[in-house]
């Protein structure tokens, strides 16, 4: 078992579809991110949760929906979504978030294509 | 704000050569760490090696390695006996060492590195 893992890896929807991504960490860590990466542009971190608690929304619009039940699962629900959504979203875990020696560890990306 | 660039969107080495992928970055922080992450084909991306901008002495892991120059506020990625398996993204990071939880990673915008037989 990987340490950080993500499913589905890749999803395509309709722009009017609900559909959600779910991120699993195996580490024992207590911060888990979602960031989104699209070809040419720096990685964008989306939300940042420190023991379920969500610390971080870097100005995402509502129609994606984060959820941390426990400091193991991550979930990012996703609802009329825009064709400029379409990217790469990566989870990742830490043992603490905002600590730069404590790095941080990724999952495999789910690749999301919005029609 | 922090920004972070990377100037050579793709570069290429034949295998078992040494190759520098270059990163710059601005802030006016004293006291932060930067990072080197590896992003191959459809792979998960994985920390190559890191360095703590209060310590002169450039970190070093295996065939990887860093050139830190603080003043100049670079930090190069050396490659060396270049393998296929290092053929990836590779993205330059910055975080300051203090900012509790919201502190966050900045990224660069990625090297594509590819390593031919």
């Known amino acids: 078992e990987t340490g950080v893992t993500q499913t589905p890896r890749h999803l395509v929807m309709g722009m009017t579809n609900k559909k959600s991504l779910k991120c699993e960490q195996h580490?024992?860590?207590?911060?888990m991110y979602w960031y989104k990466q699209s070809a040419k542009k720096p990685l964008e971190l989306m939300f940042v949760?420190?023991?379920?608690?969500?610390?971080e929304n870097n100005s995402v619009p509502s129609r994606f929906s984060p959820e941390c039940p426990n400091s193991s699962h991550l979930f990012l629900h996703l609802h009329t979504l825009q064709p400029e959504d379409s990217a790469l979203y990566l989870c990742?875990?830490?043992?603490?978030?905002?600590?730069?020696?404590?790095?941080?560890?990724f999952g495999d990306g789910t690749r999301l294509s919005i029609l | 704000a922090q920004t972070v660039t990377q100037s050579q969107p793709e570069m290429s080495v034949q295998e078992a050569e040494t190759v520098t992928l270059s990163c710059t970055y601005d802030?006016?922080?004293?006291?932060?760490?930067l990072f080197w992450y590896k992003q191959p084909p459809s792979r998960q991306m994985i920390l190559v090696i890191r360095?703590?901008?209060?310590?002169?002495q450039n970190a070093t892991e295996n065939r990887f390695s860093v050139n830190f120059q603080k003043a100049a506020k670079s930090f190069s990625l050396k490659i060396s006996d270049s393998q296929l398996g290092d053929t990836a993204m590779y993205f330059c990071?910055?975080?300051?060492?203090?900012?509790?939880?919201?502190?966050?990673?900045?990224f660069g915008t990625g090297t594509l590195l590819a390593v031919q037989p």
């Open positions: 990742a875990s830490s043992q603490e978030s905002g600590a730069g020696n404590q790095p941080q560890h």
């Open positions: 949760y420190s023991l379920e608690e969500r610390v």
């Open positions: 580490l024992g860590h207590n911060a």
């Open positions: 360095q703590e901008a209060y310590k002169q």
């Open positions: 990071a910055f975080m300051r060492r203090y900012g509790g939880a919201t502190n966050k990673l900045i």
């Open positions: 802030t006016s922080e004293s006291n932060y760490y």
